[in-house]
Antibody, heavy 120, light 107 residues
Framework: EVQLVEFGGGLVQPGGSLRLSCVAS????????MDWARQAPGKGLEWVGR??????????QYAASVTGRFIISRDPSKNSLYLQMNSLKTEDTAVYYC???????????WGPGTLVTVSS | DIQMTQSPSSLSAFVGDRVIITCRAS??????LAWFQQKPGKAPKSLIY???SLQSGVPSRFSGSGSGTDFTLTISSLQPEDLATYYC?????????FGGGTKVEIK
């Protein structure tokens, strides 16, 4: 059974950093494109970024709003995906979701999400 | 960036009603469109990909259609468990973008 579970959310001050983890089970993370998406409180969904599969060297792609501040990485040995978030702003406050794409590059599974609150 | 516009932003319907949600792209995206369902307090769930293909396990009362710039999500017979917000997303080009959502309520 495919499962995605995010960890690492919490309260951080503006300008601070936080690293989110997404632990995958039931499949080999390296074979799949993976996305991060987020949802600010009471708002809609926003795509944050993408990590391509191993065959494409995990090449990333980012939304303009996070480019230069957020970094997506992986640890294949832990079947895990990460989102390193630096220079956090209050507008980064959101639930962050880890999202899997199937081998046809279509989104199929979402994690339950982890809440990040950026506030002083 | 490709803008995705959903309508209506909310609707209320009776159990058994046919419900139609529309999604319009600001430029042509072929059939590179997905629909997601988000129930209150839960993570989104994938419903439809490639504009009209149902994800495994999704009830057949859900269907999608469209190509180019105009798309629809239809619930043929609304059920109480369909209470949710529905989002479209284009994956034709980066950045991937979502519609603003349609909140479906049960009368």
């Amino acid at each position: 059974e495919v499962q995605l579970v995010e960890f690492g959310g919490g309260l951080v001050q503006p300008g601070g950093s936080l690293r989110l983890s997404c632990v995958a089970s039931g499949f080999t993370l390296s074979d799949h494109y993976m996305d991060w998406a987020r949802q600010a409180p009471g708002k809609g969904l926003e795509w944050v970024g993408r990590s391509r599969a191993k065959g494409e060297n995990y090449a990333p792609q980012y939304a303009a709003s996070v480019t230069g501040r957020f970094i997506i990485s992986r640890d294949p040995s832990k079947n895990s995906l990460y989102l390193q978030m630096n220079s956090l702003k209050t507008e980064d406050t959101a639930v962050y979701y880890c999202v899997r794409l199937n081998l046809n590059y279509v989104v199929d599974y979402w994690g339950p999400g982890t809440l990040v609150t950026v506030s002083s | 960036d490709i803008q995705m516009t959903q309508s209506p932003s909310s609707l209320s319907a009776f159990v058994g009603d046919r419900v139609i949600i529309t999604c319009r792209a600001s430029q042509g995206i072929s059939n590179n469109l997905a629909w997601f369902q988000q129930k209150p307090g839960k993570a989104p769930k994938s419903l439809i990909y490639a504009a009209s293909s149902l994800q495994s396990g999704v009830p057949s009362r859900f269907s999608g259609s469209g190509s180019g710039t105009d798309f629809t999500l239809t619930i043929s017979s609304l059920q109480p468990e369909d209470l949710a917000t529905y989002y479209c997303q284009q994956y034709k080009s980066y950045p991937l973008t979502f519609g603003g959502g349609t909140k479906v309520e049960i009368k």
